[in-house]
């Protein structure tokens, strides 16, 4: 390619880029598998314990020990706002009067995050598979459970399918050379997946009081 090829590729990348900035990948979340024993005649729980582990499969694994890290804090953040006195606990055992969430990733992949920002469509898709409880002290076997999965990646990314048929692995190369790198490295599937994920398992907890007859805080006023 010559000089003059080069720059007229460069300067159409720009554009292109910026044009599409507003396609961003979107996130998929579900629950499966769910079980729940309403506990109408429980007391509330004054406490909530909460404790993340690996899968054995995966404990070596630095992406998921740094998921698992990453899911505890939020998940701890998220029940305080909606006005639960959580904390993290090491043992995963209720504590007299109080409950504990356990959750186990079974699934931390982080996929790719170029293809994931530039292509989207499933193209480096990241994905986080998690199994919780819900144990309540003096209740036998967990009062809730099901699994979670939190997905990134649906939607178009920054190159559109008819962009990414004209184009060159030049263009990526461009377009990654002009900032769109720094993007990427804020888009960590993994670390955005921990956050959807904690937001869908206390979305569900949530779903567990208002079937045990039990207030949630934050609905209050």
């Not at 993340?52 to 998921?64: F, H, N």
């Amino acid at each position: 390619m010559t000089m003059a090829g080069s720059g007229r590729m460069r300067a159409a990348a720009i554009p292109l880029v910026g044009a599409l900035l507003l396609l961003p990948a979107c996130a998929g979340t579900a629950v499966h598998d769910l079980s729940m024993a309403p506990a109408r005649s429980q007391q509330i729980p004054g406490a909530i314990g909460v404790r993340v582990t690996l899968a054995p499969d995966i404990r070596s694994d630095p992406d998921a020990g740094r998921a698992a890290h990453r899911l505890l804090a939020e998940l701890v953040k998220a029940y305080r706002k909606a006005g639960l006195p959580a904390s993290v606990t090491t043992d995963g055992q209720p504590s007299p009067g109080g409950a504990t969430v356990r959750v186990q990733i079974v699934r931390a992949d982080p996929g790719n995050s170029a293809e994931r920002l530039l292509i989207g469509f499933g193209a480096g898709r990241s994905a986080l598979l998690t199994k919780a409880s819900f144990d309540i002290a003096g209740q036998a076997g967990p009062a809730m459970s099901f699994s979670a999965t939190a997905k990134d990646g649906r939607k178009p990314g920054l190159i559109v399918p008819g962009a990414v048929a004209a184009a060159t692995g030049e263009l990526s190369r461009l377009a990654i050379g002009g900032g769109v790198g720094l993007l990427m490295g804020s888009r960590s599937g993994l670390h955005r997946g921990a956050k959807r994920s904690a937001a869908l398992i206390v979305k569900q907890t949530r779903q567990f009081y208002r079937a045990s007859g039990w207030p949630w805080p934050s609905d209050k006023g």
